[in-house]
Nanobody, 122 residues
Framework: QVQLVESGGGLVQTGGSLRLSCAAS????????MGWFRQAPGAEREFVSA??????TYLDSVKDRFTISRDNTKNTVYLQMNSLKPEDTAVYYC?????????????????WGQGTQVTVSS
């Protein structure tokens, strides 16, 4: 069983930065597609970014500001978020897909973390 634990959320001002971490256990992050999703209050959960071996993909509105990366030695995936905006406020979830599909669809993901709150003040 894969377990995912997110950390790194918090309150930041517009223009600030945060780095989210997702520590995995039970399977190596390099053998899965690892994704980040977010859910703002009253909104549907949306795809943010995903990584598999050699490839990353991003939501258009974040691709020049967010960077996804992976540290295989720590079995951890990161989401570096720069130039944060109030519209980035959401609960951010880490997810893992046992296939290597690099999917943007949450239905493809098999495992989920508990989420971490990111709040960007204006």
């Amino acid at each position: 069983q894969v377990q995912l634990v997110e950390s790194g959320g918090g309150l930041v001002q517009t223009g600030g930065s945060l780095r989210l971490s997702c520590a995995a256990s039970g399977r190596t992050v390099s053998s899965m597609t690892m994704g980040w999703f977010r859910q703002a209050p009253g909104a549907e959960r949306e795809f943010v970014s995903a990584i598999r071996v050699g490839e990353m993909t991003y939501l258009d509105s974040v691709k020049d500001r967010f960077t996804i990366s992976r540290d295989n030695t720590k079995n951890t995936v990161y989401l570096q978020m720069n130039s944060l905006k109030p519209e980035d406020t959401a609960v951010y979830y880490c997810a893992a897909d046992r296939s290597l599909s690099l999917s943007r669809f949450e239905s493809r993901y098999d495992y989920w973390g508990q989420g971490t709150q990111v709040t960007v003040s204006s």
